[in-house]
């Protein structure tokens, strides 16, 4: 069971993490589950223009807290040194051509992140590109 101050430490690291990806709450999503006796941790991202949601990245720890400040350190320090790639894509039961950016270390991170969630048969993936080092 997590105690009220461990709720508070879990909402404020959340809340560092929201703020320093610059995103809103609802475009963000904090997914937890148990994996080999630790707290798995899914950082998802919701695209507030085709409603999508996508991996952002992954963290384990021993606890709530401990993924999440894994978490926090990777976008503090890691995030940026990850290669950037450019995904254009479509859903099967839409004809309409999305343009998605992922970090990634390399394109079939980047494509496990373009299909987090669901069936790979339903999006169609037209072009992955790695974009320039700027």
Do not use: C
Request: proline share 1%; charged share 30%.
């Amino acid at each position: 069971m997590i105690s009220t101050d461990e709720r508070v430490e879990v909402a404020r690291l959340q809340k560092d993490i929201k703020d320093m990806l610059g995103l809103n709450t609802e475009n963000l999503v904090f997914e937890y589950s148990v994996h080999n006796n630790t707290i798995k941790l899914d950082l998802i991202t919701v695209n507030p223009r085709h409603n999508q949601s996508f991996l952002f990245n992954t963290a384990e720890g021993i606890d709530k807290i401990d993924a999440l400040k894994k978490m926090r350190d990777y976008v503090k320090r890691k995030y940026k040194e990850e290669n950037s790639y450019t995904i254009q894509w479509t859903t099967l039961d839409s004809n309409e051509l999305h343009t998605s950016y992922f970090r990634a270390k390399d394109m079939y991170n980047a494509l496990d992140k373009l299909y987090y969630g669901r069936d790979m048969n339903t999006i169609s993936v037209y072009i992955i590109k790695l974009n320039p080092i700027s």
